[in-house]
């Protein structure tokens, strides 16, 4: 199956920095790409995706760009504020309907005041 | 708006004993899922289902059964719980039709068996 490996798995920045979160996915039939943002003690949620057609997708302060050719993708968040602070997850899948979405390990960010 | 729901929130085992954690959705999605969540390991996925009736295994399975005899509810049953099954379990569900692809997660089931 796919492998998803997610770096770095704790990152601390200065609020108003920028924070990037890289993960790398071994199966080149991997089409669809999400993050999700886990708050503590919360459930994730989607806050983007992106699909191997797009190599960038931006919302508001985050984007995501994706190289096919390397096999890896990353999550960019600009102006970072206390209320990012939380753990990210990439995932992969070759099928939207997600029943074979493999995550990385998660990246807990820390935005510091 | 009630989304995903699982209970209980909650639970201690004892090694041996079985018990069933409960997951409903009220979206009407074909699509649902149940994953395990172990400290710096991410998301597993134990369990998947695409409808009534049809369910399959994911990566790590062994250890635990599911059912989905309806759209909305897709238990997740523990038999003959171990310490290595202690972890944050999240039943969560998809409608297999959105260009997005987003999953739906409940708030988490924190099970540990002594």
């Known amino acids: 199956g796919e492998n998803v490996e997610q770096h770095p798995s704790t990152l601390s920045v200065q609020e108003g920095d920028s924070a990037v979160i890289k993960c790398t996915y071994s199966?080149?039939?991997?089409?669809?790409f999400p993050w999700y943002k886990q708050e503590l003690g919360k459930r994730p949620q989607l806050i983007i995706d992106?699909?191997?057609?797009?190599g960038e997708k931006k919302d508001q302060r985050i984007a995501v760009t994706l190289n096919k050719t390397a096999k890896h993708f990353s999550l960019h968040i600009t102006e970072t504020q206390p209320e990012d602070s939380a753990v990210y997850f990439c995932a992969a899948s070759y099928r939207t309907g997600a029943n074979n979405l493999f995550f990385g390990t998660g990246t807990r960010l820390t935005v510091i005041p | 708006n009630a989304g995903v729901t699982q209970t209980p929130k909650f639970r201690i085992l004892k090694i041996g004993q079985s018990m069933t954690l409960q997951c409903a959705q009220d979206m009407n999605h074909n699509y649902m899922y149940w994953y395990r969540q172990d400290p710096g390991m991410g998301l597993k996925l134990i369990y998947y289902s695409v409808g009534a009736g049809i369910t399959d295994k994911g990566e790590v399975p062994n250890g635990y059964n599911v059912s989905r005899s309806t759209t909305e509810d897709f238990p997740l049953r523990l038999e003959l719980a171990a310490p290595s099954q202690t972890s944050v379990y999240f039943c969560a569900s998809a409608s297999g039709t959105s260009v997005t692809g987003e999953l739906f997660f409940g708030e988490g089931s924190r099970l540990t068996v002594l």
């Open positions: 199966d080149s039939a991997s089409n669809y």
């Open positions: 992106i699909r191997s057609n797009v």
